[in-house]
């Protein structure tokens, strides 16, 4: 079976779960540390989940910019939010600042990305699912 990957909903996906871990994981497992588990404020897990949108990120959207719509808004869109995301972990004290702006970059990125694959018209059109 030829399962194809949707880049954009995984992309998004990724997304999500970062905002998730940053923005309701200290408000229900605060008591972790107690048990010796921190991945509450961990830098090496933050950068990690960044990196990991990142790279997903790039390659829905240089796959989309390549192969359908030729648009670099998705890029602008997704490259300011990861640099929200840096900011975030720069500057830890205004971290929702910037995260709750970053993740709707990023989100709207991979939307915008997936909606141009989609009204595009050439020969390949069954491309789009990668």
């Known amino acids: 079976m030829n399962r194809k990957i ?3 909903a995984l992309g998004i996906t990724t ?12 408000l ?13 404020d961990n830098v090496s897990f933050e950068v990690f989940m960044i990196l990991l949108a990142l790279v997903i990120g790039s390659y829905s959207l240089y796959h989309g910019w390549k192969k359908h ?12 939010g990861i640099a929200l995301l840096f900011c ?5 004290k205004y ?7 970053a993740v709707l970059l990023i989100v709207s990125a991979h939307f915008i ?18």
Request: proline share 6%; net charge negative.
């Open 88 to 92: 975030k972990q720069a500057w830890h």
């Open 95 to 101: 971290q929702f600042w910037f995260l709750i702006p």
């Open 113 to 130: 990305n997936y909606s141009y694959c989609r009204v595009h018209d050439h020969a390949h059109s069954s491309d789009c699912d990668h």
């Open 69 to 80: 719509h030729h648009s670099w808004l998705p890029f602008l869109l997704f490259a300011t």
């Open 15 to 26: 997304s999500l779960a970062c905002a998730i871990h940053c923005a309701l994981l200290p």
């Open 28 to 40: 229900f497992l605060s008591s972790l540390p107690l048990f010796g588990v921190n991945i509450i």
């Open 6 to 8: 949707n880049w954009d």
